[in-house]
């Protein structure tokens, strides 16, 4: 979905959406029941843990090694070679869209975008409002309404893109179904 502004060679040299120190464990991608079910069967020794009634997220806290706070543990779906071995079917939305983030601030949905992706951060902001717009707002807006479980509380370092009142207003080219 963002080949647009992120290349591939960018991301599998990077892979930092990929690891996660204690403190970013919040964002682990979120997986819906049946998701969870079917990643459990195909890689056996991933750990899942429930967030909510009906959300589960990747369970790491038993692949830190120390208790340096700088440690990071390795998605169970990352292979430093061949990079996520999930397939697009398989792939959460979370990870589908990262750096960008669907989060609630307040009574509102906004698009926001998580500071700690290097490359995404040399285009201006502008550029990526653009970008939200004519390429992935529609599609963001529609999984939080049918997957509520994506929806992430809103974390006042994370620069917002666009709400979702600005793109009821500013969508009418944009739209096809929400």
Do not use: H
């Amino acid at each position: 979905m963002l080949s647009k502004i992120l290349s591939i060679n960018d991301c599998s040299t990077c892979k930092f959406c990929c690891r996660f120190k204690r403190t970013s464990l919040w964002e682990t991608p979120l997986f819906s029941f049946e998701e969870k079910k079917l990643l459990q069967q195909k890689f056996p020794l991933a750990k899942f843990k429930p967030i909510s009634q009906d959300s589960f997220t990747i369970d790491l806290i038993l692949e830190y090694k120390t208790s340096n706070p700088e440690e990071e543990a390795v998605c169970y779906f990352l292979d430093d070679k061949k990079g996520c071995l999930l397939n697009k079917k398989e792939k959460p939305f979370d990870c589908s869209v990262w750096p960008f983030r669907i989060m609630k601030k307040d009574d509102s949905l906004v698009i926001a975008l998580t500071p700690t992706c290097s490359t995404i951060n040399k285009i201006p902001i502008e550029d990526l409002k653009q970008f939200v717009l004519e390429n992935i707002a529609q599609e963001i807006f529609f999984q939080a309404e049918f997957r509520p479980y994506i929806i992430k509380k809103y974390k006042s370092d994370f620069p917002i893109i666009l709400t979702k009142e600005e793109w009821n207003k500013k969508s009418r080219k944009y739209r096809l179904y929400i």
